[in-house]
């Protein structure tokens, strides 16, 4: 159970709990959360968590494992226009760890292409490239205690680290 001011994963955001408050009519319990990057937003959640849409933000030693891990994480091999952002959702909505840095490594290598090849970059693939890395950066910014551009930035500074 989870208690106020924790920080938790509802889906893909990084939410802050609030408070707990008890249902009287139906003897039940909310969670009532408030997502980091939107604070007029508030959304209820049973404490239950029988839609098992609600778990904790990882440990700092885990969001290094993550991020040393990183590096070893293939971008989506043979895919076409046609079919990437119905992949693009998919990964999304498993929200592990790897799919979003799948999504994050495949747009971002996708668009680097077409600025090379002197195209526009593609809307899909910026989209979703920005989602993957709100998601991945907003939960292990918490992890690190750091800001989501500090986290952005570590990051990519530990990725140049290995390939130099």
């Known amino acids: 159970m989870f208690k106020e001011n924790d920080y938790v994963m509802y ?29 007029s937003l ?19 030693q885990e969001a290094e494992e993550i991020i040393n891990h990183i590096k070893d994480i293939e971008p989506l091999q043979n895919i076409n226009d046609k079919n990437i952002e119905n ?13 979003l840095v799948k999504i994050i490594k495949t747009s ?15 809307e899909k693939d910026s989209k ?8 991945l950066y907003n939960e292990l910014s918490i992890a690190l205690n750091k800001s989501f551009t500090e986290t952005k930035e570590y990051i990519i ?8």
Not at 157 to 164: A, F, G, P
């Open 11 to 39: 889906k893909n955001n990084v939410c802050k709990v609030r408070e707990i408050k008890h249902n009287d009519l139906n003897g039940n319990s909310y969670y009532i959360l408030i997502p980091i990057d939107d604070e």
């Open 87 to 99: 992949t693009y959702k998919e990964l999304i909505y498993n929200g592990t760890h790897n799919d």
């Open 128 to 135: 979703y490239f920005e989602l993957a890395e709100k998601y």
């Open 108 to 122: 971002y290598l996708r668009n680097q292409a077409r600025k090379n090849d002197n195209k526009k970059i593609s």
């Open 157 to 164: 500074n530990s990725m140049n680290r290995e390939t130099i």
């Open 42 to 60: 508030i959304i209820d959640v049973p404490t239950d968590n029988r839609m098992r849409h609600l778990r904790s933000i990882v440990s700092h």
